[in-house]
């Protein structure tokens, strides 16, 4: 989720959308009112385009109906239609559960529902922001270092930070061999 919520951070102005707070881990939908884990909303408005909802067991047919019973409650409370949900898992994805999200499109009136392994999402989304990296780092970074040790233990916050030096050091050499490189052209 953190992951996810950095990235949105760091490019909102670029993508023009925002990231909602984020609700506790361990919260019910139903207890917050949200559609999923993230929400992201279009900036300076309530439209709600795309929700997001991570869980760490292998997504089935009813947790998509689930998510279309809770999709149908919004839009009847708030009028507005989301474009996006996307469940991320951390198990393989069944390939009927892939087929029925897939052909949802058009029965949901134009609601594209996506079910993603993590691997999968984080190399689509993370390349979207390359040119972004230092941000997202820094945006990442915040959230990882804000959550309680219950959340995110302290081990892996350490390991996180051995992980941001090294990623300075590599965007560093980057910045000298590019350097370099003008220097030889010039």
Same mark, same amino acid.
Request: charged letters at 25%; a negative charge; proline letters at 2%.
């Given at each position: 989720?953190?992951?996810?919520?950095?990235?949105?951070?760091?490019?909102?102005?670029?993508?023009?959308?925002?990231?909602?707070?984020?609700?506790?881990?361990?919260?019910?939908?139903?207890?917050?009112?949200?559609?999923?884990? =993230?929400? !992201?909303?279009?900036?300076?408005?309530?439209?709600? %385009?795309?929700? #997001?909802?991570?869980? $760490?067991?292998?997504? /089935?047919?009813?947790?998509?109906?689930?998510?279309?019973?809770?999709?149908?409650?919004?839009?009847?409370?708030?009028?507005?239609?989301?474009?996006?949900? =996307?469940? !991320?898992?951390?198990?393989?994805?069944?390939?009927? %559960?892939?087929? #029925?999200?897939?052909? $949802?499109?058009?029965? /949901?009136?134009?609601?594209?529902?996506?079910?993603?392994?993590?691997?999968?999402?984080?190399?689509?989304?993370?390349?979207?922001?390359?040119?972004?990296?230092?941000?997202?780092?820094?945006?990442?970074?915040?959230?990882?270092?804000?959550?309680?040790?219950?959340?995110?233990?302290?081990?892996?916050?350490?390991?996180?930070?051995?992980?941001?030096?090294?990623?300075?050091?590599?965007?560093?050499?980057?910045?000298?061999?590019?350097?370099?490189?003008?220097?030889?052209?010039?």
């Amino acid at each position: 989720m953190l992951i996810v919520a950095a990235a949105y951070h760091s490019a909102s102005e670029h993508l023009g959308e925002r990231c909602l707070p984020l609700e506790s881990h361990n919260a019910a939908d139903k207890q917050t009112g949200s559609l999923g884990n =993230i929400e !992201i909303m279009i900036i300076n408005t309530n439209n709600l %385009v795309t929700s #997001y909802e991570m869980k $760490l067991k292998r997504i /089935t047919i009813n947790d998509i109906n689930n998510a279309i019973q809770k999709i149908t409650r919004r839009v009847e409370k708030t009028g507005y239609k989301i474009d996006n949900y =996307i469940f !991320i898992t951390t198990e393989t994805i069944d390939k009927d %559960v892939e087929d #029925y999200a897939v052909n $949802l499109y058009e029965k /949901t009136g134009g609601i594209e529902i996506v079910v993603l392994d993590c691997l999968g999402f984080l190399r689509h989304f993370l390349h979207l922001f390359h040119r972004l990296r230092m941000q997202f780092v820094e945006e990442y970074q915040k959230l990882v270092l804000a959550e309680p040790d219950s959340a995110v233990s302290y081990p892996l916050k350490e390991a996180f930070l051995a992980l941001r030096q090294a990623v300075e050091s590599v965007e560093v050499e980057t910045n000298l061999d590019i350097e370099t490189e003008l220097d030889t052209l010039l």
